[in-house]
């Protein structure tokens, strides 16, 4: 079955960066591409940037561009998620989500990041 | 930016009611509308994408229905396990912004 193993909650300090992976097992993982998604402490999702597994251009939210970058790994079918010059206002849970035609198929248990000063 | 507008922001009902949650997209989207429920300390699950293609193993109580920029996410029968939050999505043009901001069903 489709399995997204995130890396472990992390501790950021403001203007540190953060690097999430996600790991894909269970599906061809040139198949489908893959969305990070956040939120916030008992807020809403907030779509972050989606990555063509299959070439290395990601597509970002305006709001993130220029601090956020999602490469991928095919040899170990791993998506990364790099967050920088963090902010306490990036303090959220972030989620790799599989997509399907657009939609988020399968969701990984997410990665909690806490930006602390 | 495409906004999206849930509504209502919360919903009070009870184990067997019929309810209906509404998504308004701010310019056509199509049928490029997918709807999720989020189960407290969970990720959120996907339930209906293309406006009303329900996704495998989902119960058929739950129905999606729309186009354009109205959309309704109908639960026909509440069972227990159906009271999170439910949240639309549109996935025509991507922004920040293409989530609702979620119904809670209590």
């Known amino acids: 079955q489709v399995q997204l193993v995130q890396s472990g909650a992390e501790v950021k300090t403001p203007g540190a960066s953060v690097k999430i992976s996600c790991k894909a097992t269970?599906?061809?993982?040139?198949?489908?591409?893959m969305h990070w998604v956040r939120q916030a402490p008992g807020q809403g999702l907030e779509w972050m940037g989606i990555?063509?597994?299959?070439?290395?251009?990601?597509t970002y939210a305006q709001r993130f561009q220029g601090r956020l970058t999602i490469t991928r790994d095919t040899s170990t079918s791993t998506v990364y998620m790099e967050l920088s010059s963090l902010r306490s206002e990036d303090t959220a849970m972030y989620y790799c989500?599989?997509?399907?035609?657009?939609?988020?198929?399968?969701w990984g248990r997410g990665t909690l990041v806490t930006v602390f000063s | 930016d495409i906004q999206m507008t849930q509504s209502p922001s919360t919903l009070s009902a009870s184990v067997g009611d019929r309810v209906t949650i509404t998504c308004r997209a701010s310019?056509?989207?199509?049928?490029?509308l997918a709807w999720y429920q989020q189960i407290p300390g969970k990720a959120p699950k996907l339930l209906i994408h293309?406006?009303?293609t329900l996704q495998s193993g989902v119960p058929s109580r739950f129905s999606g229905s729309g186009f354009g920029t109205e959309f309704t996410l109908t639960i026909s029968s509440l069972q227990p396990d159906d009271f999170a939050t439910y949240y639309c999505?549109?996935?025509?043009?991507?922004?920040?912004?293409?989530f609702g901001q979620g119904t809670k069903l209590e």
């Open positions: 989500v599989r997509s399907i035609g657009g939609a988020g198929e399968n």
């Open positions: 269970g599906y061809t993982f040139n198949s489908r591409y």
């Open positions: 990555i063509n597994p299959n070439v290395t251009s990601a």
């Open positions: 310019q056509s989207i199509s049928h490029w």
């Open positions: 293309k406006a009303s």
């Open positions: 999505q549109q996935y025509i043009s991507y922004s920040a912004e293409c």
